[in-house]
């Protein structure tokens, strides 16, 4: 990033550089056995345009003022780790739709805007436990993603041209994704043109009908009364994914003009015209095992201008949490800093409370968001990571009640799912169980929500707010 034609003054991050990360300790890091390849593929990279822009990046920083403020709900979800694979029409299609439903039916539940934010368009990295598995009694690299290595066992070797590759398949998401958008796909006049697709429940069907019809009167009567904003047919929709590969984030992060609808504070605008952004999505976060206080992700993360998230796992202590948030906050920012918890549902009514409690001590106002996810991993006897829809559910409904009692509020959820009728998580309506497994499950990595399942969720959060605070 040497060559760039405007370098920020020192004084503003202090001993903070684009490239200071790699003088930390970083963990789950991967290395290239060609570092000429690795050189090349970093310097494309460097010169490719930027995949999002500083206006949008500062319209959703706005928006998640909101959400922090209680003023707004969050709505992230999408695959665990998305494949090349995924980059065509119906995939995408089937995600955007799945992600208006919910927004659809959180709207109507707690009369709010929500943001939405879908984990699309560069979540391909995966943090493992273990570098290393056994597959058929061969010992190889573990797969780490599309951008990383190949899920066959004869791609497992990392290859940096995959980065690039990374960065083709994240602009073809998202030229979709904007062409969708802005051709109509998001109208709220047509709200039944998103049906419900795969869903046969009738329960469920009746229920969404009913949302929509009530929207379409309330359309058709401003429409009669000349009251028809434009605003109403489209939606914004933000990207995001793990920032795991810093390389990658790196090669894409350019000091760039602050733009003129920046709300940012005085002292900050004060200090230079222009901030570093990472370009590569709207929204990253620092997941929970690289969150170290000295380490490299937490030391990039603290630079740059986007918003973030901070994944918190049942071994973060508040003391830990409040540094953490004093370095990636220093002027605390409302809505600068998504905390998501991901407990396990049965860890939610003791863990949570504390961490509250030690950030409403201090300055920061941050978006809180349920991960109900990751804490609830399961492996059948057969072998096959599964969670259960009933374990999902009770972490976001302990994670409800427990905001609810001590003054705070939940301002969004985290999920990983999927528009398709897949059968890898276990429960919920449909009664599926581990014999279902088989049926279609098509992850590489973790087991996602089916559209049908994500929205009995997305029902749930709504009859909360909807009833007044109970589960």
């Known amino acids: 990033m040497a060559d760039l034609p405007n370098n920020p003054p020192s004084h503003i991050l202090g001993s903070w550089k684009v490239d200071s990360w790699k003088s930390k300790p970083v963990v789950q890091n991967i290395e290239y056995e060609d570092k000429n390849r690795e050189a090349i593929a970093l310097k494309k990279l460097e010169r490719l345009p930027p995949l999002v822009t500083p206006v949008e990046i500062v319209k959703l920083k706005q928006c998640l003022r909101d959400v922090a403020l209680g003023k707004a709900f969050l709505l992230q979800g999408g695959d665990c780790a998305e494949l090349f694979d995924y980059c065509e029409q119906n995939t995408i299609d089937s995600k955007i739709k799945l992600m208006l439903q919910m927004s659809l039916v959180l709207i109507w539940g707690m009369n709010k805007p929500v943001v939405r934010i879908a984990r699309i368009a560069g979540q391909f990295a995966k943090p493992r436990s273990k570098q290393y598995e056994t597959v058929n009694g061969v010992h190889i690299l573990s797969f780490r993603g599309d951008n990383v290595n190949g899920f066959a066992l004869e791609d497992r070797k990392p290859d940096p041209d995959r980065l690039v590759s990374a960065y083709f398949h994240s602009t073809a998401t998202l030229n979709h994704i904007r062409a969708q958008l802005s051709s109509g796909f998001a109208d709220l006049h ?26 379409s009167s309330s359309l058709r009567f401003m429409s009669t009364v000349g009251a028809s904003p434009s ?7 933000y990207t995001s994914h793990e920032g795991l590969l810093l390389d990658y984030e790196q090669s894409l992060t350019r000091y760039l003009r602050r733009p003129a609808s920046d709300e940012a504070p005085p002292h900050l605008r004060s200090q230079g015209d222009h901030a570093w952004y990472n370009t590569s999505a709207h929204f990253l976060w620092i997941g929970d095992r690289t969150r170290q206080l000295s380490h490299a992700h937490v030391e990039y993360f603290r630079g740059i201008d986007n918003p973030i998230g901070l994944k918190c796992g049942p071994t973060l202590s508040p003391p830990e949490l409040i540094a953490l948030l004093d370095i990636l906050d220093p002027h605390f920012e409302p809505g600068k800093v998504t905390l998501i918890t991901r407990f396990g549902f049965s860890h939610v009514t003791k863990l ?25 991993g399961i492996t059948t006897a057969g072998g096959i990571k599964t969670r259960r829809f009933e374990d999902i559910l009770g972490e976001v409904s302990h994670s409800l009640r427990v ?19 897949v059968t890898e998580c276990v429960g919920g309506s449909e009664g599926l169980d581990e ?33 007044g605070g109970s589960v």
């Open 190 to 215: 047509s709200p039944l043109n998103w049906n419900l697709g795969h869903v046969h429940d009738s329960n469920l069907q009746a229920r969404y009908a009913s949302i929509v019809a009530s929207i």
């Open 352 to 376: 949570l409370p504390p961490l509250i409690r030690a950030v409403k001590a201090t300055r920061h106002i941050v978006v809180w968001q349920c991960d109900p996810m990751h804490g609830n």
């Open 231 to 237: 605003s109403l047919e489209t939606v914004d929709l």
């Open 435 to 467: 014999g279902d497994l088989g049926v279609n499950y098509t992850s590489y990595c973790d087991p996602r929500l089916n559209e049908k399942q994500a929205l009995d969720l997305a029902f749930t959060v709504a009859g909360f707010y909807r009833g």
């Open 403 to 421: 905001h609810h009692e001590e003054g705070s509020y939940l301002g969004g959820v985290h999920l990983e799912l999927t528009g398709e009728a």
